[in-house]
């Protein structure tokens, strides 16, 4: 179809961006996660097709990859900051933790690595994190009002684990 893995990148992030900040801002949880996880399956793609490609995949498309991939979680923890924040809600605040160590848990791993030490070690991977979020706003957007607060609360926990546990890797090392 020419279309290449850089592109599929591209396509995923932007639009997991802006259907996450665009449908989580106005209260259409259940409806924009089903666009945001249509968008996100790209992410699932890209990856494969760079492999299967003549290159093999680059670096640029690497760090493309991983970049927008960051842009991607940041929005939509945006999108649920702008929820929260909308609905006069404390839970905005936890939001805002959630995005700092959104940022915060891959950052350790790129500093870890770019000093010559393996740290993919962590109960809340990026995966991980992503479903959470995702089935905290479908159930929310289907009426279980708990299950985003229960989300972000547990996510937020598992994240701060998932820091430590890099921490410690590099510390041993």
Do not use: H
Request: proline share 1%; charged share 15%.
């Amino acid at each position: 179809m020419k279309v290449s893995a850089n592109a599929l990148t591209i396509f995923g992030a932007i639009g997991v961006s802006i259907s996450a900040i665009y449908f989580y801002s106005r209260d259409q949880l259940f409806v924009g996660t089903l666009v945001v996880s249509l968008f996100a399956l790209s992410d699932l793609f890209d990856g494969t097709m760079a492999r299967l490609s003549n290159n093999q995949g680059t670096k640029w498309g690497a760090l493309l990859d991983s970049t927008l991939d960051r842009v991607s979680d940041a929005a939509i923890a945006t999108g649920i900051w702008l929820y929260f924040r909308n609905a006069d809600s404390d839970f905005q605040y936890l939001a805002l933790v959630v995005l700092f160590l959104g940022g915060l848990i891959p950052y350790i791993r790129a500093r870890a690595e770019s000093l010559g030490i393996e740290c993919s070690v962590g109960v809340a991977e990026r995966a991980e994190r992503l479903i959470l979020l995702l089935i905290g706003t479908a159930l929310a957007g289907l009426g279980i009002d708990i299950a985003l607060e229960a989300a972000l609360v547990l996510l937020a926990l598992l994240s701060v684990v998932t820091v430590l546990q890099r921490m410690r890797v590099v510390y041993r090392a």
